[in-house]
């Protein structure tokens, strides 16, 4: 199977269902974020200091995975029974921020991303999130987005800075405390 189809020369696309959309929609923008996003989670569990945590980082691409399939669908036209999420989905990112808090000192400052490169991509990741959960906000304003992939992506930035918290602590890196010039 060939890789490449010519057929997007144009700079339109696809979606599930048949729909050819310009390359530069919103909807494409969704998934495309979630898919840089995937990678990055991908360079997290790559990450020696996240050695007891690659399945979760695994499972976590997964469900991107889903949402991706979710948002390259047509929801007017699609037939095709694609993934869904759940909401112990959710709970689980809650429950492992839980465990991870508990062992981590008190936030009383904001802190500044960095610390160790280990670190600085989590903080990458958390931002890339952000950035997908905007987008898909601003897509449901037109077309149908299920509520928990709007869910899944807040909690999972909060996922990810708290990880980025324990990440510090386990490599003994430093929290940079963000002192704002008065």
Not at 50 to 55: E, F, M
Not at 140 to 163: C, H, I, K, Q, T
Request: overall charge negative.
């Amino acid at each position: 199977m060939k890789i490449y189809t010519k057929t997007g020369d144009q700079g339109l696309t696809s979606l599930i269902g048949g729909t050819r959309v310009p390359k530069s929609s919103l909807r494409i923008d969704c998934y495309g974020t979630v898919d840089e996003l995937n990678s990055y989670i991908g360079l997290l569990r790559d990450q020696d200091v996240n050695a007891a945590r690659r399945d979760l980082l695994k499972e976590i691409q997964d469900r991107l995975f889903t949402i991706g399939s979710s948002l390259a669908s047509d929801p007017e036209k699609s037939k095709m029974k694609i993934p869904d999420l759940h909401e112990a989905d959710v709970t689980l990112l809650e429950s492992e921020m839980d465990a991870m808090n508990a062992n981590l000192p008190e936030l009383r400052v904001f802190i500044l991303p960095g610390g160790h490169q280990s670190v600085s991509f989590a903080h990458v990741a958390r931002c890339v999130c952000r950035r997908a959960e905007r987008l898909v906000i601003h897509l449901r304003e037109d077309s149908f987005v299920a509520d928990l992939v709007v869910m899944y992506l807040n909690r999972l930035s909060d996922y990810l800075f708290v990880l980025s918290r324990q990440m510090s602590h386990d490599l003994g890196a430093e929290e940079v405390s963000w002192k704002p010039r008065m």
